[in-house]
Nanobody
Framework: QVQLVESGGGLVQPGGSLRLSCAASGFSFAIYVMSWYRQAPGKERELVAAITRAGGSTNYVDSVKGRFTISRDNAKATVYLQMNSLKPEDTAVYYC????????????WGQGTQVTVSS
């Protein structure tokens, strides 16, 4: 059974930091491209950051470059999103995603974790 379980969300003041974690099970984590998406109220879901299988390549949406860092630990089957200098516009539900590099139908999502940036 495939599972992606996010944790680490919460309420933080502007300028603060949070670290999201996504624990995976039920599939071969190490071969999947892992990503974080977010969806704010009334907006479409957007890709925030992605990391390749071995972690050698990452990419970020422009609005988080220099503030967020995606990483993965294949031994623990976990992907992380370190979020620094948080802004109110970062408020959203953050979702973990796993995509097989070849089999596009092997596309898994977590349940999401709420991040709220507010004073």
């Amino acid at each position: 059974q495939v599972q992606l379980v996010e944790s680490g969300g919460g309420l933080v003041q502007p300028g603060g930091s949070l670290r999201l974690s996504c624990a995976a099970s039920g599939f071969s984590f190490a071969i999947y491209v892992m990503s974080w998406y977010r969806q704010a109220p009334g907006k479409e879901r957007e890709l925030v950051a992605a990391i390749t299988r071995a972690g050698g390549s990452t990419n970020y949406v422009d609005s988080v470059k220099g503030r967020f860092t995606i990483s993965r630990d294949n031994a623990k089957a976990t992907v992380y999103l370190q979020m620094n200098s948080l802004k109110p516009e970062d408020t959203a539900v953050y979702y973990c995603n796993a995509k097989h590099p070849v089999r596009l139908d092997f596309d898994y999502w977590g349940q999401g974790t709420q991040v709220t940036v507010s004073s």
